[in-house]
């Protein structure tokens, strides 16, 4: 099991960045997939979730109309869409594959830092 993050790096607050996750070695289109991220000095805590078809998502209060999520179950793929970055979202953020009973898995995170 594979789950790679990329599209992390340093923004101005006000920027946008897009991060991805490709999974491999289990059936993505069956896993809830998630973004979680953790600040310094702080718990890992859920930013998005996106269900197995994609049609229903949560967000984190704090990201509510800035982030979006979406998954392309073809390409076994995860995104998360930020926009209006700032300061706070500084984080490392990770991606994670949940299936009840069956698996949960983790990515090695991406850095974000937003910062003038």
């Known amino acids: 099991v594979q789950l790679v993050e990329s599209g992390g790096g340093s923004v101005q607050p006000g920027g946008s960045l897009r991060l991805s996750c490709a999974a491999s070695?289990?059936?993505?289109?069956?896993?809830?997939m998630s973004w979680y991220r953790q600040r310094s000095g702080k718990e890992r805590e859920l930013v998005a979730r996106?269900?197995?078809?994609?049609?229903?998502?949560n967000y984190a209060d704090s990201v509510k109309g800035r982030f979006t999520i979406s998954r392309d179950n073809a390409k076994n793929t995860v995104y998360l869409q930020m926009n209006s970055l700032k300061p706070e979202d500084t984080a490392v953020y990770y991606c994670n594959a949940w299936r009840v009973m069956i698996g949960n898995y983790w990515g090695q995170g991406t850095q974000v830092t937003v910062s003038s």
């Open positions: 070695g289990f059936t993505f289109s069956s896993y809830i």
């Open positions: 996106i269900f197995s078809t994609g049609g229903i998502t």
